[in-house]
Structures are given as C-alpha cells and as structure tokens.
RNA sequence: GGCCUUGUAGCUCAAUCGGCAGAGCCGCCGGCUUUUAACCGGCAGGUUGCAGGUUCGAAUCCUGCCGGGGCCA
C-alpha cells in the first residue's frame, strides 16, 4: 500500500511518547549552526580519536543519513549551513536515548547534546551525551544520495527541495546575501529605503499588462503595480532626495526562464543626478554583491564565462543596431526592410516600435559580458528626458548580461508639460504594451517641481540567476507560480 | 497560443523490434562498537499521469485530456 511508509513511522509515535518523548519537541536553546561548530573542530585541530570530554556542544538538524550497527550509531545531520556527522555510543547514553536512536528515521529532526571531536577515521563527529527529538518526519524523504530530482515536485514542494539539496539551500541563502549587499550599497550611498503601494488605482511605469484586483468597501478596480516608479518620483517632488524601494512588481504575462508573474525589483531615484550615476549604482551593487558572496568577478553563468569587473563597456543602441542588424535608426525604410527580412510582422506600427523589434530579436541575445546600452529612441521613452542635442535619443541606457536584460535607467523626465504629451501621445503598434497611461495627479506633482535625476530599476532575481548561475528565475525564487494540480 | 520533449514503486532510474514491469535507495525482520551513499541475510513495495483506440499481446504505437521542462510568439 501506498502509505505504508507513512503507517511505519507514525506507529513509533506512541512509543516515542512512552519512553517520555515529546515526537514534536521543545524550545531547545542555544543551537550552533553545524558550520560554526565544522569550524570549531577545525581550529582545535583534534587528532583523529580526540574529543573534548570537558565541553558540551549543542546542535539540532535533520537527519539525511545514518548508519546504525549493533551498540554503535552514526547519523548525520543537516541544517541550513552543512552537515555533521553525530556518534551515538550505546555505553555512552542513557538506555532511553538508545531506545530512541533505534526508532528515529531519516528525515527526523533530531537535537544532539555532546562532546566535539573526530573520528578514528578523522571525520568531525558530536559524540552525543544526550539526544532530543524535536519533529517526527511521517514522511519518507526523497533518496538520499539523488536529493529530489523531478523538477516539477522541487517546486511545488520546495521545502523538500531545501532539506535534501543542499545547493539549493546555499542558491537561497546567496540570495538573501545579495538582497542584503544591495540595501546596505544604496543606503551607504545615501539612499532612504521606502515602501510604496503595490495596489495601485492607475498603473504605471512600465509597458505591461496588469493583474486586476477588487476593493469591496470602496467598490473600486484596483491593479498591482507593475512598476512603482510614478509612487517614487512622487517622492522625489516631496523632498527626499535619494530613495529605493526593494520590492515585488506584477506583470500579466508569459512565464520563462526569465520571467516570473511576480518578480523582485530593486528601483531608486537620486535627485541632482542622472544616468552616469545609475551606471555607478550598478556597477557598484554587482561588485558590492560578488564581494559579499566569494569575490569572484569572473563567473560562470550557463555557457558563459562573465566578467563584472567595472567599468562595463557602454555601448550606443544605435551602433549596435548598426553592427548586428545592418541598418540606421534614423533610415525608416532600412527599418521596416530589415524588420521584414527577419519576420517580424508589423506593418501598421510605428517605426520607433518596428525598430525596437527589430532591436530585441537581432542584438539582445548576444549581448553576453555585462554592458550598458544607451540612447534609446526617444519615441518609446515617454518617461525619459532626451539628449540634449538630439531631441530623437532618450539618455536611457539598460544594463545587460548574458542576453538578459537586467537593469533599466534614466534621467528622469521632469517637464510637466512635455510629460503630459508623452504619456498624452500613442504610438501604433504599442498594444497593451505600453507605459502610457495617465496620470493626472502625477502630473500634477510634476507641475510643484521634481528635481532633475536619475532613475534605476534592477531586476533583483536576474541578478542572483547570473551570481549563482542559476539558469532558470525559477531556480531563485523559492514558490515560483506553478498550476495547481487538482482539476476542478 | 504554436512546436519539440517528458510523466514507470515514497525517491533515483532501467525495461533491445510491441512479448513475464525490474534494480538501487527507503521501509519491515534479524546480525553487527569507528561508519562515511556503512555492510551482510531475509521480506514487502506497481491503476506504468488519466480516458479511449490499434493489436493475439501496449510502459512502448495512435487520439484526446492533465501536469512538467525547453524553444518560439
């Protein structure tokens, strides 16, 4: 039968309970993490067959593996930061604690009292003096050499996944790590961390659909942000000059390697600045965030061998239209040939549209070692201040890595009236893509004055996928959207 | 949405041309005081994702559906 498993170890419950266990445990304080403790037995350099008979130590974990002979036991126990390797000696522990050893099961979590030492065989080993179980497992974990393999399984139960695949517990943890190096970078550089609304009454900021939503009392539609710059730029109008926000955006659409309906942003708005100071920010966070990891700049992420020492090359979007599709920004026929040549179907849409197309399909993918592109048409920038000296380029850039895009900047548009028209004006071909929705009391705080700046948005999930060479967004986000599996 | 691919024991995987559904881990019973995926002996474990079809015979071929992965839109 199927759950004969499950029947197996649930009826060791009630004789965990008669030999005066609780099988789901206690507060049990002072826990040293298993690398901590690793680390201790280093130190000390024990020889093989010492221990230190005059200390306790104290760990708790869950056991992958065990290896039980006659009066001698061996269990190794895993938490978040390694594995360690416990000895239960019969001699050594009470008649009780034996009786328990011989009903735990991989998959149990286990407290271990003992004395630290090695092996005759020199591995780091907690001699137990005392063992505390502190949670049954009623279910088999997945093979213990192979870890959970079927993707699908990983994650709809990710934490199955965490326990019996250590990489994926330090893919995890790599990513808080960096969450932490970005905080700690943009405060350092002055920056205040805020929150803005995630329901949002109009959308903004982005060119993507929304998820639509409901207020009850107020009877009103709502949409989850797809971007929180126009909340962000608000701020910027009030008087903090230098704000981020960590956070979730929302897009309607499709999910792939690299997309998620709902995925972390790292945005910031830096008044008195422009887009030299973005490319710092990024260069800086990406160094920041390798130096808190392993300090490594060059890394492998797929096929790739990545370089992200700064500076990043900068490259103009037109030259590298120029190079990879053989034709000018400024030549519309060229554009509407070329975007024909390689399929791309759009003859009502407006030019900028077609030529971004165009830009997407025949230079991203080869846009390998991290760089920045800048001078994007002004046409599909409607929330960017143009070049100075031609009024046809957006002093935008986007960052790139291994054919992704992963960060987005301006400097900021701030003329009220010029913003009015751009998010007034409609470009053909833009569909339900576009960023031009208005909004008047944006405008409005627009029109009491925003401070010339420099605007960033880092896609935070894309940055751990190129840090821990993680190939799928999937693979960093611990509950990525998966369809339920019951029919209804 | 289109194309390709995939689903076999709790887990990891086999099953030659369409010919008796198998192994390891895990579990249960027994043995074992220095193991390292411990080992040794024995036992148990299946609606081959679901529903049809072709066939003497289907995990295998065909159709549809469900779930997953990849590429494209």
């Known amino acids: 039968m199927t ?33 901590d403790l690793r680390h201790e037995a ?13 200390s306790v130590v104290r760990a708790a974990g869950r056991i992958v593996l065990q290896r039980i002979m006659g009066k001698l036991a061996f269990l190794t126990l895993r938490d978040s930061s390694a594995d360690i390797q416990i000895g239960v000696s019969k001699a050594r522990v009470s008649e009780r604690d034996w009786k328990l050893v011989k009903l735990l099961d991989l998959g149990d979590i286990l407290g271990v009292d003992g004395h630290l030492g090695r092996t005759k065989t020199n591995e780091i080993t907690i001699w137990a003096q005392s063992l505390t179980i502190l949670g049954k497992s009623l279910r088999p974990p997945p093979e213990k050499w192979h870890g959970l393999k079927d993707v699908d399984a990983r994650y709809r139960q990710r934490y199955v996944d965490l326990f019996s695949n250590p990489e994926v517990m330090r893919t995890f943890r790599a990513r808080s790590t960096i969450v932490d190096s970005i905080r700690s970078y943009m405060r350092q550089r002055g920056f205040l961390e805020v929150e803005t609304p995630m329901l949002q009454p109009i959308y903004g900021g982005a060119a993507a659909r929304p998820f639509t939503t409901h207020h009850n009392t107020l009877d009103m539609d709502l949409f989850l942000r797809i971007s929180p710059e126009l909340y962000l730029k608000r701020l910027l109008v009030g008087g903090m000059e230098r704000v981020f926000e960590i956070n979730r955006n929302f897009r309607n ?48 992420f797929r096929e790739y061998d990545l370089d992200f020492t700064p500076p990043w090359p900068r490259r103009t979007y037109n030259e590298l239209l120029v190079e990879h599709a053989g034709v000018d920004l400024d030549d519309s026929d060229g554009i509407r040939a070329k975007a024909a040549e390689f399929g791309i179907d759009a003859p009502a849409a407006d030019v900028a549209v ?42 935008r850039f986007e960052a790139f890595a291994a054919g992704m895009e992963l960060g987005n900047a301006y400097t900021e548009l701030n003329d009220p009236v010029i913003q009015r028209q751009t998010l007034g004006a409609q470009l053909d071909g833009e569909g339900d893509a576009t960023m031009r929705v208005m909004d008047e009391d944006f405008i409005t705080s627009l029109e009491y004055g925003m401070p010339p700046a420099g605007g960033l948005g880092i896609g935070v999930d894309r940055l751990v996928m190129l840090l821990t060479n993680s190939p799928s967004i999937r693979d960093v986000i611990l509950f990525p959207l998966q369809r339920p599996l019951d029919k209804g």
């Open 3 to 35: 759950d004969q498993y499950f029947q197996d170890r649930a009826r060791k419950l009630p004789l965990l309970i008669d030999l005066g266990y609780d099988p789901y445990g206690q507060r049990f304080d002072g826990v040293q993490p298993n690398s």
């Open 42 to 54: 280093e130190r000390r350099g024990f020889e093989p067959g010492q221990s230190d008979e005059s």
């Open 253 to 300: 659409e499709g999910i792939s390697t690299q997309h998620n309906p709902e995925f972390t942003m790292m945005e910031c708005y830096q008044a008195y600045g422009d887009l030299t100071d973005m490319m710092s920010i990024v260069e800086g966070i990406a160094t920041r965030c390798i130096e808190a990891l392993d300090g490594e700049p060059k890394r492998k």
């Open 354 to 395: 077609v030529a971004n197309k165009l830009f997407e399909k025949t230079v991203e993918d080869g846009l390998i070692q991290p760089c920045f592109v800048t001078e994007y048409p002004a046409a599909i920038c409607p929330l960017t201040r143009r070049k100075p000296d031609d009024p046809s380029r957006a002093l």
